[in-house]
């Protein structure tokens, strides 16, 4: 019973930083406190830089290199994208 809760922890946690909740549900039931600690300081996909595929528009993550609507192979760009440039 204590495993269970363990691992709703780790995917809860998980989920709200935009990772998979069952993989982190059965790393945190496998690793019980491990695995909640892990969630919490795992990145947080939200926040990944992102880009747009010039083929089919589609928004991805920055460190994706084959567009996964249309299979198009990404280039990295050079520049940093719009948002990362107004930061610095």
């Known amino acids: ?17 935009g990772s ?7 790393i945190g039931a496998v690793l019980p406190m491990i695995g909640t600690i892990a969630a919490v300081l795992y ?3 939200r926040e990944e830089e992102r880009r747009t595929c010039p083929e ?4 991805l993550p920055l460190y994706v290199q084959v567009c996964t609507r249309c ?18």
Request: glycine residues 10%; proline residues 8%.
């Open 1 to 17: 019973m204590i495993l269970f809760f363990f691992g709703l922890s780790a995917g809860v946690v998980a989920k709200i930083k």
């Open 20 to 26: 998979s909740f069952f993989i982190w549900f059965m």
């Open 43 to 45: 990145r947080n996909e």
């Open 56 to 59: 089919c528009g589609t928004v």
């Open 71 to 88: 299979g198009r192979d990404l280039e990295f760009p050079e520049d940093p994208p719009p948002e990362a440039a107004g930061t610095a």
